[in-house]
């Protein structure tokens, strides 16, 4: 039996704290608000850009997942929920001298700055140009110069319960396809998302660094395309490329629309974990016949 704390538990990490307790761990849930956690989950209130609401962390913690999120769109929310937050959770790690045996950090593939349909993994440059991934960046430098063993996991774009802005794009006619050459796309079910940091948690060695998409890097012309036809809908129209919009949020908005890669996850695969969902079409088919269910 582990003690883990999942700082930032929002949706992935309320699914990874319920697979966890009923593998037997004693889980904390760090959030503002955390009277709506399950019941498997013990409360913790907190704010990660607060050090002064980080005093009561759970002592002789195991493990600890890094799972927040921005509040918004702004480079100053990125900055604060992935590298002030977590500095501050490191710095309370060690003043009250907690030894975890492994730090995971919730990273994104925005990380990576290709946009030429190229493919990436682990070893690939990665040097974003957005605010959002640059920020994101320096959290995983950060947790990497801490004292403990820690793991980054980059994953694409998470789709699921609750996140079906795809479906409803294509369903209300508000979708459109990009114009000239495939634009690359990578995603992950949240199911998998959490159940691969199980998987890296209970992993008895780790590298420091795993993508976590799933097997297909598919076009959003080919993911849209096949949307339509499940739903029985019109094909989503072509759409012209819109010239990047000058500095800010709106500017880091345009490069990640315009962003194409195709990312490896084969390190995360050769380490023994097996998708539920490997594809598009195994993920959204699931979550079409649940909306049909109810």
């Given at each position: 039996?582990?003690?883990?704390?999942?700082?930032?538990?929002?949706?992935?990490?309320?699914?990874?704290?319920?697979?966890?307790?009923?593998?037997?761990?004693?889980?904390?849930?760090?959030?503002?608000?955390?009277?709506?956690?399950?019941?498997?989950?013990?409360?913790?209130?907190?704010?990660?850009?607060?050090?002064?609401?980080?005093?009561?962390?759970?002592?002789d913690l195991d493990f600890i997942v890094y799972s927040a999120a921005a509040a918004g769109f702004s480079?100053?929310?990125?900055?604060?929920?992935?590298?002030?937050?977590?500095?501050?959770?490191?710095?309370?790690?060690?003043?009250?001298?907690?030894?975890?045996?492994?730090?995971?950090?919730?990273?994104?593939?925005?990380?990576?700055?290709?946009?030429?349909?190229?493919?990436?993994?682990?070893?690939?440059?990665?040097?974003?140009?957005?605010?959002?991934?640059?920020?994101?960046?320096?959290?995983?430098?950060?947790l990497w110069d801490s004292p403990w063993p820690s793991v980054a996991v980059r994953f694409g774009g998470?789709?699921?319960?609750?996140?079906?802005?795809?479906?409803?794009?294509?369903?209300?006619?508000?979708?459109?396809?990009?114009?000239?050459?495939?634009?690359?796309?990578?995603?992950?079910?949240?199911?998998?998302?959490?159940?691969?940091?199980?998987?890296?948690?209970?992993?008895?060695?780790?590298?420091?660094?795993?993508?976590?998409?799933?097997?297909?890097?598919?076009?959003?012309?080919?993911?849209?395309?096949?949307?339509?036809?499940?739903?029985?809908?019109?094909?989503?129209?072509?759409?012209?490329?819109?010239?990047?919009?000058?500095?800010?949020?709106?500017?880091?908005?345009?490069?990640?629309?315009?962003?194409?890669?195709?990312?490896?996850?084969?390190?995360?695969?050769?380490?023994?974990?097996?998708?539920?969902?490997?594809?598009?079409?195994?993920?959204?088919?699931?979550?079409?016949?649940?909306?049909?269910?109810?």
């Amino acid at each position: 039996m582990a003690r883990i704390l999942i700082a930032g538990c929002g949706d992935v990490g309320t699914v990874l704290g319920q697979h966890l307790h009923a593998a037997g761990h004693v889980v904390w849930g760090l959030r503002r608000r955390p009277a709506d956690l399950p019941a498997a989950i013990r409360p913790l209130a907190a704010d990660l850009t607060d050090p002064a609401s980080l005093n009561r962390l759970p002592p002789d913690l195991d493990f600890i997942v890094y799972s927040a999120a921005a509040a918004g769109f702004s480079e100053a929310q990125y900055r604060a929920a992935y590298r002030e937050g977590l500095q501050n959770l490191l710095a309370v790690l060690q003043q009250t001298g907690q030894r975890p045996r492994r730090l995971l950090f919730a990273s994104s593939t925005s990380v990576y700055g290709q946009r030429e349909g190229e493919w990436v993994d682990e070893h690939s440059p990665a040097e974003a140009d957005g605010f959002s991934g640059r920020c994101i960046r320096a959290g995983e430098e950060l947790l990497w110069d801490s004292p403990w063993p820690s793991v980054a996991v980059r994953f694409g774009g998470i789709y699921g319960p609750g996140r079906t802005r795809l479906i409803d794009s294509v369903r209300e006619g508000t979708a459109t396809r990009p114009a000239g050459p495939p634009v690359y796309t990578n995603r992950i079910h949240r199911d998998d998302c959490a159940r691969a940091l199980q998987h890296l948690l209970e992993l008895p060695q780790a590298e420091r660094l795993y993508v976590a998409v799933d097997d297909d890097p598919a076009p959003l012309d080919e993911v849209l395309s096949w949307l339509a036809r499940q739903l029985g809908v019109a094909r989503p129209p072509v759409a012209d490329r819109s010239p990047l919009k000058p500095g800010g949020a709106e500017r880091d908005s345009a490069m990640r629309l315009r962003a194409s890669k195709r990312c490896r996850n084969a390190r995360l695969r050769a380490s023994g974990f097996e998708f539920r969902y490997p594809g598009y079409r195994e993920g959204y088919a699931a979550l079409l016949a649940e909306a049909t269910a109810r």
